[in-house]
């Protein structure tokens, strides 16, 4: 008896560890979700267009943050010259009008170095006239040469010093272009594509914000030890005289990447009440199956994705929403 009662024990006990907690009745996978079978006429009235997916590079960007700017090369005379002005982080309004008054001063130092010019330029030529009619000396020409040679170093050391302090700010409402300083970590520089075109806009990467096209330009190299960042430089447009100095702006700058990835257009993709993100794949003429992806970036109208899918097969790219709500039976 104790020889069955053992037996009987141990049975119970395997019955106990074999016994799963819980059973899975008729399991369906991802990829054997229900295919959508549309009549050629249904096909046209929900607007249904398919493209190929495609495995390609799609341009990685980053957003910084950056400041509106007068450029920091003034051009005057021969080449641009190089202006401390904009390499500052900020000023405060009181040094804008010291500065602005420097400018006006430096101004008219400008013209009173022109005036010494041309009354140097005169002289010499009275004192060559005197000397060819025999009436002035060979030291009187010497004299007015030395004379004209100082009022032209004055006129290019005016020049210089005024091309020090940059454009004129009393004129900075009417300038067609600015320049954008953006500092950046300089673990981040080896990373970025610093030779092309960027976009400046809002402070977020809304889509509402509306961006515009700044290249990328020579500057005078500028740095903030504190911060461990350098300034990088770029020139935009201001046509429509939105911008203003000081103004703060978000900057897109490319990322260098080589990574491929797939990439379906923007309007491909459609959401369910989860979040989940799907795409709809043309088996064969309409003839439609819901794909499960993952969005790992969007760039513009291109959104990059990775999943249980293949290069090369035909993703409906127009009427994915529509397709959507016949799917579930709120369709057309």
Not at 6 to 23: F, G, Q, R, S
Not at 125 to 142: C, H, I, L, P
Request: neutral net charge; glycine residues 6%.
């Amino acid at each position: 008896m104790l020889s069955a009662l053992l037996l009987v024990t141990c049975n119970l006990m395997a019955a106990e560890v074999t016994a799963p907690p819980a059973k899975i009745e008729n399991p369906v996978k991802e990829s054997n979700l229900t295919q959508v079978v549309l009549a050629p006429e249904a096909a046209k009235r929900l607007g249904i267009v398919t493209t190929k997916l495609e495995k390609r590079r799609l341009t990685r960007t980053r957003l910084f943050g950056g400041e509106i700017t007068l450029p920091a090369l003034n051009g005057s005379g021969k080449g641009n010259k190089q202006s401390v002005y904009t390499i500052l982080p900020s000023l405060a309004p009181a040094e804008l009008v010291r500065l602005a008054q420097s400018q006006i001063d430096a101004d008219g130092q400008v013209e009173q170095a022109k005036v010494q010019v041309q009354s140097a330029q005169i002289a010499l030529n009275r004192a060559e006239q005197m000397r060819r009619d025999k009436v002035g000396t060979e030291r009187s020409v010497d004299d007015a040469r030395i004379q004209l040679g100082l009022a032209e170093a004055n006129l290019k050391t005016a020049h210089e010093r005024r091309d020090l302090l940059g454009p004129a700010l009393l004129d900075v409402n009417n300038r067609s272009t600015f320049w954008v300083r953006v500092p950046v970590y300089v673990d981040d520089v080896p990373g970025l594509n610093t030779t092309v075109k960027a976009q400046v806009g809002g402070l977020t990467n809304s889509s509402e914000n509306a961006t515009r096209l700044a290249v990328p330009v020579a500057a005078p190299p500028s740095a903030n030890p504190a911060a461990a960042t350098v300034d990088l430089f770029y020139e935009v447009k201001n046509s429509d005289a939105s911008l203003r100095p000081g103004q703060r702006v978000g900057v897109s700058i490319p990322l260098r990447s080589e990574d491929e990835n797939l990439v379906v257009p923007w309007s491909a993709l459609v959401y369910d009440v989860n979040g989940g993100s799907w795409i709809y794949q043309a088996l064969q003429a309409n003839v439609y199956q819901r794909r499960r992806v993952q969005v790992l970036r969007v760039v513009d109208d291109q959104a990059a994705v990775t999943g249980d899918i293949v290069a090369g097969i035909e993703v409906v790219s127009m009427g994915v929403a529509e397709l959507f709500g016949t799917e579930f039976g709120v369709g057309k």
